[in-house]
């Protein structure tokens, strides 16, 4: 069974006083112990505002309309908000994009520790900070002991990242959503931050949904790979699987706009146009505009998700991304 | 040591600017009429005063008058009031207490007002309250604190007789001669009214600062990060998110200190209220010169010291901000 099963959830934001829109209309996952899922997709497609729906964090006016989150058998969306409290940050963490703002200026990296233990255990502040060294150690940030006491700007993108890591590690949680865990940072730390929780992932069994828009990380740590577009989605299936033959045309486009599937002294490829606001959702399906092999039908009708795949015409296997 | 490294460097800044007011401050002096005109009567002849000119050397150059006055100054002696006959810088430490009061009533007033209006304005954006405190709040910027003080006085003090309008009531000595209000009833009944209109002034404009500071912090990463560790409500408001909202809310509220002492002049006015602002409007209208320029150079003082120890509160709240001469 499943250790985290999200249906058909959607998230809504009032629009004028009688009106809404969705920021998700219908998004469905399943993620089991110790799995690792990219979720991808060009920014505004709804890929953070899953991960946050999931910890019921959605940002007021914003609410989750529609749905069910089932975490260890239990429907989060239907707990109280203390209940809820228990598992976020305990047993599912969350890594923020940018980890220049997700520490809070004005309080140490141990007091930003320390509490989010003393939130969910019963336990000393003696043996909370003993817990928090032993992390930032886990995270390879050299002498520990003494970071506890520095303040955020005392410690360079890099380290700040591996202590929010060390945060998210704390309770030894079952899941970890990452939200573009290494888009702000330097690409030379990229590649380690990104080693750091692949392996953190593999030796504590912990699930990962890792949140993108780099497919080139995608490959490397997930297993599966969820690709939305427009508040859905619109491929889902093993990460190589997709990689090596991508079936829904955008998918196919996203990865023929990756500079090493381009030919050299050839311009780049980019999809034509960019992804519509959610308040302006074109009929059909929300990708006809900038599809190439849209029908009439696409015009007309949106295409459901039916083994993986959400397109009137699918690509064929070998019609995939030019190598 | 670096907080008295911290303290030298604003103790030397303290002498340069006090040095800047007092030259501002007794070059008024030539400007402000003869002051033989309302030391003697008409009795006294042209040429009787002529002599009391040269003797009290009002006939030497600008700048030796200006280094004899210095010269006493820095001793703590500005110069007798011509008025009351007696030094003026004790003339003006007698009526300190009276006005150090009122700044301080208004100022407890506004901290305990404003910070949880501002905070519940920013949790509880749509509910009538807030919205009731805002308009409130456009309209107490608007009305000039004269206006205020008057219809205080003619509500509470004439129309309801609930509290009185007029001086500070009965007070009690403290053992090194500070006059308070604080200690019995009828002083602080004679507080209420100046208090509440001198704080309406900062009440408004705080409680907006504050609200907008909240609502910016409530909108940061690290308060919803903080959320996501699955910290209760009040941690995430009161540890994350108003934490920093204190740091703006010092640095204009140290500068709106200023902006209070000059606007007790005009509440201690309408109120009679027995303190230096008072003093110094009743200083003007006799051009009681040492009087006039001792007010200017104790209020210069008080500036400087509450500048400096708000400087010194950032440092402590903000992280950011190492005092100077600190190891990084």
Known sequence: MALLEVTDLHVAFPRGKHHEVEALRGVSLSLKKGERLGIVGESGAGKSMLAFAILNLIAEPGRVSQGAIRFDGQNLLEMSEHDIRGIRGNRISMIFQDPMVTLNPVLTIGTQMVETLKAHRKISTHEARRLSIEKLKLVAIPSAESRLDAYPHELSGGLRQRVVIAIALLTDPEIIIADEPTTALDVTIQAEIMALILQLCRDRDMALILITHDLGVVAEVTERLMIMYAGLCVEEGPTQRIINAPTHPYSNGLLKALPQNSERGQDLYQIPGSMPPITALPSGCAYHPRCEFATERCHVSAPDLVNGIACFHPLKADAKAPA | MHIIAFLLRRAVQAVIVMFVISLIGFSIQDNLGDPLRELVGQSVSEAERDLMREDMGLNDPFLSQYARFLGHAVQGDLGNSYFFKRPAIAVIMDKFPATFELVLGSVLIFLTVSIPAGIYCAIHRNSWLTRFIMSASIL???????????????????????????????????????????????????????????????????????????????????????????????????????????????????LMIGTLIAYTILTETVFQWPGMGFLFLEAVNRVDTPLIIAYIIVVGLIFVIVNTMVDFIYTLINPMVKLPGAKA
């Open chain 2, 140 to 254: 107490g910027i608007s009305v000039p604190v004269f206006l205020t003080a008057i219809f205080m006085v003619w509500i509470f003090g004439v129309e309801l007789g609930w509290l009185p309008a007029y001086g500070r009531g009965a007070t009690y000595e403290l053992p090194w001669g500070w006059d308070t209000g604080f200690l019995t009833l009828d002083g602080l009944k004679h507080l209420i009214l100046p208090c509440v209109t001198l704080s309406s002034i900062m009440l408004p404009l705080f409680i907006r600062l504050i609200r907008a500071e909240m609502m910016e912090a409530m909108g940061t990463d690290y308060v919803r990060f903080a959320r996501a560790k699955g910290l209760s409500t009040t941690r995430v408001r009161y540890v994350h998110a108003f934490r920093n909202t204190l740091l703006p809310v010092v640095t204009v509220g140290g």
